[in-house]
């Protein structure tokens, strides 16, 4: 008998006809034999709906309040497809992130997993009920309620697969796989059939939202094997594993794309030791992440410094920056949200070169300006304008020969 968790996503509890047909799908597998744990999202729109309520109510909502009107849209979907079940003659219990033992740390709308204490979840287990897990929500050591950042169901999955050494993790989402980049986006895009938790860690860290990116790294650290599938097919699916031989070493295996971006740029910053510290430090005392950083040559003791920050963030961001501005000296705080990262991804890139001079080629011809660029071993990054974000991704995507022969 194995154990598997099962997540299911927002499209596929989405409405009610749906939350039966997950009901019934959750039968079936346990009629198969399997033990289940299933985790849910809230219905699709909900968590966008709860951000846009508390919007209408203040421009900064208190961020511990977010979190306890955020983490109701899961309370919703366990509770209605515990009943499901149930109607289906299956003994199955709903659970919030407190119940199941999830701990995280303080860092409210973003926080992370500490531990977690499945002795409920195993109990449940052993008496033959299914739990159905909210997903993307745990308490900090004061029992404040604290989601995990969007998409944050994925690790909730991932993680209490790790924690009960599950056999397997399932992702059920919208699409049947893990593609080559978004198939919403360019309907080229082959689906993989197997990829490295590094590969996948970096494509989902640059933007492909179908695997939040903390599930990879858990999945990675404690091996969990992922599958991502369709509620809505039989079809197998994208396993995320280790890198063995049998995976194809393509040079290219992914174009993402990574909308949730905004550049700052600092005008005039003195060009001086301490003065990079000091804003930076200013930047991750309120947890924001910075990702790409590019300083100008300095003139007369003076230079321009850019970074990009999540969106979500870049309001926070300035009103930090604007209060450093006397301090440091600066002379100005511009911020430019409407852009976009794309970036290709490929284990391949380890061993070859031109994929940077194709890279920048492609997008010159369609005219396209690069505004920043940074490399790791596997991956190049471009930031351009937002505008031009499909154009880019599907020009890059035949450009490395990555649809559908
Ligand atoms: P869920 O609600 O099930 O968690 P998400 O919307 O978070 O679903 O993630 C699934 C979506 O991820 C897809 O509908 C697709 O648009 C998007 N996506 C982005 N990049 C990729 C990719 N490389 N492969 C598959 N899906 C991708
Ligand atoms: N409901 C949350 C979100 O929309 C978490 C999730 O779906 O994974 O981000
Ligand atoms: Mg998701």
């Known amino acids: ?41 809230a219905m699709t729109g909900e968590t966008d709906r709860l ?17 306890m009107l955020l983490s109701t849209g ?22 919030t992130g407190r119940q199941v033992g999830i701990l995280t740390d303080d860092v409210h709308t973003r926080a992370r997993i500490r531990s977690i204490d499945a002795e409920r979840l195993k109990e449940a287990l052993s008496k033959g009920v299914i739990p159905v897990v909210a997903g993307f929500q745990g308490i900090n050591h004061r029992s404040d309620v604290t989601t995990l950042g969007r998409g944050g169901s994925d690790t909730t999955a991932v993680a209490l697969a790790a924690a009960l050494k599950a056999d397997l993790c399932e992702i059920y ?37 179908v695997l939040q990116t903390r599930s990879v790294e858990f999945a990675m ?8 599938r369709s509620s809505f097919t039989t079809q197998e699916g994208t396993l995320v594993t280790e890198e063995d031989n049998e995976m194809e070493q393509e040079l290219v295996s992914g174009i993402t794309y990574d909308k949730n971006q ?20 200013a930047i991750a005392k309120e947890n924001i992440n910075v990702d790409m950083i590019i300083q100008n040559v ?7 410094l850019s970074f990009t920050i999540p969106q979500t963030d870049a309001v926070q961001a300035k009103a930090v920056l604007n209060g450093l501005a006397k301090e440091v000296g600066l002379a100005e705080v511009l911020l430019a949200e409407q852009i976009t990262k794309v970036s290709i991804v490929g284990v391949g890139m380890r061993s070859h070169t031109g994929v940077a001079a194709k890279t920048f080629s492609s997008l010159a011809r369609e005219g396209i300006n690069i505004m920043m660029i940074s490399t790791s071993e596997i991956k190049i990054s471009c930031v351009i304008e937002a505008k031009y974000t499909e154009l880019a991704v599907r020009t890059l995507h035949t450009a490395f020969e990555l649809g559908e022969a």
């Not at 499209?11 to 939350?19: A, F, P, Q, W």
């Not at 366990?78 to 003659?89: K, N, P, R, T, V």
């Not at 590094?198 to 989902?204: H, P």
């Open 1 to 41: 008998m194995a154990l598997v968790v099962q997540k299911y996503g927002g499209t596929s509890v989405g409405d009610l006809d749906r939350i039966r047909h997950v009901a019934r799908r959750v039968a079936q597998c346990v009629k198969q034999g399997d033990a289940l744990v299933v985790v849910l999202s």
């Open 74 to 95: 899961e309370r919703v979907t366990i509770a209605l497809l515990s009943m499901a079940l149930q109607e289906l003659g299956l003994s199955a219990q709903s659970f």
């Open 173 to 209: 989402t919208d699409v049947d796989g893990v593609y080559t980049t978004d198939p919403n986006i360019v309907s080229e895009a082959k689906q993989i059939q197997k990829i490295s938790y590094e590969e996948m860690l970096e494509m989902a860290s640059l933007g492909a939202k």
């Open 221 to 228: 650290k404690y091996r969990v094997p992922v599958c991502v």
């Open 51 to 67: 951000t846009q309520m508390a919007r209408k109510i203040t421009a900064q909502p208190s961020q511990r309040e977010m979190d």
């Open 262 to 281: 905004a550049k700052v740029t600092l005008v005039g910053v003195p060009d001086r030791p301490g003065v990079a510290s000091t804003i930076f430090e």
């Open 298 to 304: 300095g003139q007369a003791g003076l230079t321009d």
